[in-house]
């Protein structure tokens, strides 16, 4: 018993072995390294154009805000040349937005789109509740819509994850705050859909069943399913 399982691992040894020899080497190449006044923490995903080039969004840096600053959109190409587009929180009191969690997502027009966690031209500086905008590959910046435009943020705050383009156009997303349960503890987050001029619908509002059995706070996008409707991700049920 003992030689077939020391012949078992030997066997292994060698397979593990002969796959080593065979896989090809993997090089890791750092393209580009951020220093704060081109964008600090990039955490979303990147995207890219149809000009080929790679897009992106830091959460902080840029130089705008003060501080740390409220955050960056940037380009770049396959060979590591980095250009920052857009340094959020340009405008007085951040109603551009600050503060892009989420990466960005290509649109049907060639233009970008993303969100915004805070800023907007609802509250103070990075106070606000965040943004839909879109910007196009030459850095031209347009915000959709500004968050916590209704009494109570009954049509939501703080979205925190990326865009979906749907097949009528239009753009879905979520936030993790606000909608019309629980205004008087900021609301448990929404789901909405938004029109590529800025038109925005809150769908649904999370703690709409006893307990919040249909969950709330949802922190990521979503997903639109084969059948036309959006699929979205676990998230606290209670």
Not at 2 to 11: P, T, V
Not at 213 to 232: E, K, S
Request: aromatic fraction near 10%; glycine fraction near 20%.
């Amino acid at each position: 018993m003992r030689k077939n399982w020391r012949e078992k691992i030997l066997i292994m040894t060698l397979l593990c072995a002969a796959t080593a020899v065979v896989s090809p080497a993997q090089t890791f190449t750092t393209l580009a390294t951020f220093d704060q006044t081109d964008g600090e923490l990039p955490e979303g995903s990147l995207v890219q154009g149809m000009d080929g080039n790679l897009y992106g969004t830091t959460v902080d840096g840029g130089g705008n805000g003060g501080g740390g600053g409220g955050g960056t959109v940037f380009r770049i190409t396959p060979a590591g040349e980095l250009t920052t587009l857009y340094s959020f929180c340009r405008l007085l009191n951040c109603a551009d937005g600050a503060f892009p969690y989420a990466g960005l997502i290509l649109g049907t027009d060639g233009n970008l789109y993303g969100t915004t966690f805070g800023g907007g031209a609802n509250g103070v500086g990075f106070g606000g509740d965040g943004t839909v905008f879109t910007i196009s590959p030459g850095g031209e910046l347009k915000t959709l819509y500004s968050f916590c435009s209704q009494t109570n943020c009954t049509d939501g705050s703080f979205p925190q994850d990326s865009l979906v383009q749907a097949a009528n156009g239009d753009f879905y997303g979520t936030t993790r705050d606000g909608g019309v349960n629980g205004a008087g503890s900021g609301g448990y987050g929404t789901v909405f859909e938004i029109t590529p001029s800025g038109t925005l619908a809150t769908l649904y509002s999370f703690c709409s069943q006893a307990n919040c059995a249909d969950g709330r706070y949802p922190h990521a996008g979503l997903v639109q399913a084969t059948n036309g409707g959006f699929m979205g991700p676990p998230m606290r049920a209670n």
